[in-house]
C-alpha cells in the first residue's frame, strides 16, 4: 500500500506571497492532519480533516486554511506568507474515526522557504 | 489540556550501548501515548504505541516502552543501539476518546557515536 505523499517537497516562496500544499493519504484513510515543525516550536498541530469537514483547528491565524476532497486528498493554504512561516509541513493520515483514536502515518513534508 | 515533556535535548551514545529516552505527560485520564522517530529529511514513523493493557509495549526496530501511571512516563528504550538510530525521537500524548488533537514533545535528538 502506498504510503502518505506530500507534493511538492520543496518550495521557496518570498514574503505576502501564498502557496498551496498538497497531501494524499493512504488509500482508505478518511483523516488527515496538518503540522507544522520548526526549530524553535516544534511539531504544532494545524487542523484536522475528516469526511471533508475540518474537525480540529489548532491555535493558528486565518492565513492557514486547508480543505478535504471527496477522495480523502487534502490540501493547506497559507496566504500572504511572512518569514515565520518557513518550516516543514507534514501531513498525516489515519483511520480515525469520530470518537475514536489511532497512529497517525505521516509523509515526508514540504519544506516551505519564505525569503 | 494535556502537555508532554521530553527533558534531553540531546542524547549522546556509543554504538551497542543501551538507550533510555524519557518522556513525562500531564493528562487527567488514562492517555494515549505513542514514541515516533523522524529520520534526516523524512516525516515521522511510528515506533510504539500504548492505549491499554500491559504497561510493557513492544514496538519495531527492537524498542520498547514502558507506561508508568504513577510517574506520568512512558519512557523509550534499546538494548543495544545501532547507527541507524540516529535520528529525532518524539513523544505523543493523545486523550482517550472524543475530539483527539495530539500533543507531541520537543523531540530528542540521537547521536550515535561509532
Known amino acids: 500500500k502506498a504510503g502518505v505523499t506530500q507534493t511538492p517537497r520543496y518550495l521557496i516562496k518570498t514574503r505576502g506571497q501564498q502557496v498551496t500544499l498538497s497531501c494524499s493519504p493512504i488509500?482508505?484513510?478518511?483523516?488527515v492532519s496538518w503540522y507544522q515543525q520548526t526549530p524553535g516550536q516544534g511539531l504544532q498541530f494545524l487542523f484536522e480533516y475528516f469526511s471533508e469537514t475540518q474537525r480540529n483547528k489548532g491555535n493558528f491565524p486565518g492565513r492557514f486554511s486547508g480543505r478535504q476532497f471527496s477522495n480523502s486528498r487534502s490540501e493547506m493554504n497559507v496566504s500572504t506568507l511572512e518569514l515565520g512561516d518557513s518550516a516543514l509541513y507534514l501531513c498525516?493520515?489515519?483511520?480515525?474515526?469520530?470518537?475514536?483514536?489511532?497512529?497517525?502515518?505521516f509523509g515526508p513534508g514540504t519544506r516551505l522557504t519564505v525569503l | 489540556a494535556q502537555s508532554v515533556t521530553q527533558p534531553d535535548i540531546h542524547i549522546t551514545v556509543s554504538e551497542g550501548a543501551s538507550l533510555e529516552l524519557r518522556c513525562n505527560y500531564s493528562y487527567g485520564a488514562t492517555p494515549y501515548l505513542f514514541w515516533y522517530v523522524q529520520s534526516p529529511g523524512q516525516g515521522l514513523q511510528l515506533l510504539l504505541k500504548y492505549f491499554s493493557g500491559d504497561t510493557l509495549v513492544q514496538g519495531i526496530k527492537g524498542f520498547e516502552a514502558e507506561f508508568k501511571r504513577s510517574q506520568s512516563s512512558f519512557n523509550l528504550r534499546k538494548p543495544s543501539v545501532h547507527w541507524s538510530d540516529a535520528a529525532e525521537y518524539f513523544c505523543a500524548v493523545g486523550p482517550s476518546g472524543g475530539s483527539y488533537i495530539p500533543t507531541f514533545g520537543r523531540g530528542t535528538s540521537l547521536i550515535v557515536h561509532p
Open positions: 498525516a493520515s489515519s483511520t480515525r474515526t469520530s470518537g475514536s483514536t489511532d497512529e497517525q502515518f
Open positions: 488509500s482508505g484513510h478518511r483523516s
